[in-house]
């Protein structure tokens, strides 16, 4: 990072500012009135100078004004951020989670990414944790009619799966319990990608497991693993589509399409999660072409044995104080919801 004195830091820090509130080139004399600078604007100016000497800052067209590079957002983000206490009211959105209590992770999950695109105006996004790494918490075969049964499939990271089955030949109510308790005491606590490698004969030999039941239990396990390496949730593109930067429906086009590629904003959700806490990744940084022009902030949660993200995604002239601020507050909320409600 560059070596900035006081002022400096202190005119960078109100240009960013002042470009993410107008989205318009910051000049000297409004720096001057606007943030008390204490300095002429001709002292400003030659801090700007310098500042677009090293890179933090330019002047996208003949005006007098500047705006932040990446690389000036970086150094804010890095070295001059004060993150605020969110509004009493948007904190109040985001607690509605207790709302959802009992629901599955997919709706908690959709509730978080639709109030936490409410309260910044921006897009949000979440990553579903996928099924490999979850655990077992509760198994329940049940008889419906004839040969047909339920499995109900509940993991420590919140995932509900219900489906019916034939169970291959006629069991009476009480023998589907018995060998829904002999699955659950067999089953519950492995991790799902770890049953499918389970001793099917040896657990036939224990039990009184007959029929097609067992190999179908271990069938709608398999085929959820194999549907649920993950998931991503996005709420709020108009707001990407109401910003004065993609006018240009070009550009425009080429943000939605990269938005939209499932697997591609999942692999940079999850390229976060080794590190933890809150990450801000700003336009280049992505490592997307065509989301250089936007930035993306998100939280770590953990659930059970697995971990998610949440975060949001807008130009790069994002007001990263208040982005972080939400984002951190709606992981450590949506952590503790899924927390409470398994």
Do not use: W
């Amino acid at each position: 990072m560059p070596n900035l004195d006081d002022r400096k830091r202190r005119v960078l820090a109100a240009i960013v500012r002042d470009y993410v509130e107008t989205a318009e080139p910051v000049g000297s004399k409004r720096l001057v009135e606007r943030h008390g600078l204490a300095v002429s604007s001709a002292t400003v100016r030659n801090d700007m100078a310098r500042l677009e000497e090293i890179g933090l800052i330019h002047q996208p067209h003949t005006s007098a004004g500047r705006i932040p590079s990446d690389t000036g957002y970086r150094f804010f983000v890095d070295e001059l951020m004060e993150i605020p206490r969110l509004s009493q009211r948007a904190e109040a959105l985001l607690r509605e989670h207790r709302k959802t209590h009992g629901a599955e992770i997919d709706e908690i999950l959709r509730a978080v990414c639709a109030i936490l695109s409410k309260i910044t105006n921006y897009t949000s996004v979440a990553l579903v944790p996928g099924l490999h790494e979850a655990e077992l918490r509760h198994i329940q075969v049940s008889k419906v009619d004839g040969n047909r049964a339920v499995v109900i499939l509940v993991t420590d990271a919140g995932h509900v799966i219900h489906e019916f089955i034939d169970a291959g030949e006629s069991h009476t109510a009480a023998e589907i319990d018995v060998i829904s308790s002999i699955l659950r005491r067999r089953l519950s606590g492995m991790r799902i990608q770890d049953i499918q490698a389970i001793d099917v004969q040896h657990l036939r030999a224990e039990s009184r497991i007959r029929g097609l039941l067992l190999e179908e239990t271990l069938r709608v396990i398999g085929e959820h693993l194999d549907r649920r390496t993950y998931q991503v949730y996005i709420d709020g593109t108009m707001h990407i589509v109401r910003q004065p930067e993609f006018v240009d429906v070009e550009r425009l086009t080429r943000v939605l399409e990269a938005l939209h590629t499932e697997q591609q904003l999942a692999a940079l959700l999850m390229s976060g999660l080794a590190q933890g806490g809150v990450q801000v990744r700003i336009g280049h940084e992505t490592k997307v072409d065509d989301m250089s022009d936007l930035s993306l902030v998100t939280a770590s949660y953990t659930t059970g044995h697995t971990r998610g993200t949440v975060g949001v995604v807008a130009p790069t002239r994002m007001d990263y104080e208040r982005a972080y601020a939400a984002v951190a507050l709606a992981a450590s909320i949506l952590e503790k919801a899924l927390q409470s409600d398994r």
